[in-house]
């Protein structure tokens, strides 16, 4: 739920809606094959009451849809939704962010990497509308002028 304080803020809104740890680590899950309960559950260790209200909530959000999960069955799969799809350069950005700040060196963890040529993503970086890379300090936030 928005509050006073970030209803004219993209990034407030945001972080009411997937700003949890549980909701993004149940979307990164999705981009990394999760699709059932029972999958969701298993890699993540949480309690079926936090993911039900968790699922939940993406489903009420459009991040997350279900489908049937094939002919004649009564199960139902989670799928990302366009929205759900388009929160994959916040995963990166995360993931790149934990790798640099997060673990020391040689310390072992998981790697992202493009399936076309088995590299590492490059790092993402805030670019202009010319393609040219935009650091904090060369931004300004313009705020609505309340009536």
Do not use: H
């Not at 949480?46 to 004649?72: C, F, N, T, W």
């Amino acid at each position: 739920m928005t509050t006073d304080a970030t209803t004219s803020c993209p990034v407030g809104r945001a972080l009411d809606l997937v700003g949890d740890r549980w909701s993004l680590l149940i979307v990164r899950e999705a981009f990394d094959g999760a699709r059932r309960f029972s999958d969701f559950q298993r890699r993540l260790g949480m309690s079926r009451s936090m993911l039900s209200q968790r699922l939940q909530a993406l489903l009420e959000a459009d991040v997350l849809a279900q489908q049937p999960l094939g002919e004649g069955r009564g199960y139902q799969e989670y799928v990302l939704t366009e929205r759900g799809r388009a929160l994959f350069p916040l995963v990166v950005a995360l993931r790149q962010w934990g790798e640099a700040f997060l673990f020391g060196p040689g310390e072992p963890r998981s790697v992202l990497q493009a399936a076309s040529d088995g590299l590492p993503l490059a790092p993402m970086q805030p670019r202009d509308q010319r393609g040219q890379v935009v650091e904090a300090a060369a931004t300004a936030v313009i705020k609505p002028v309340s009536a």
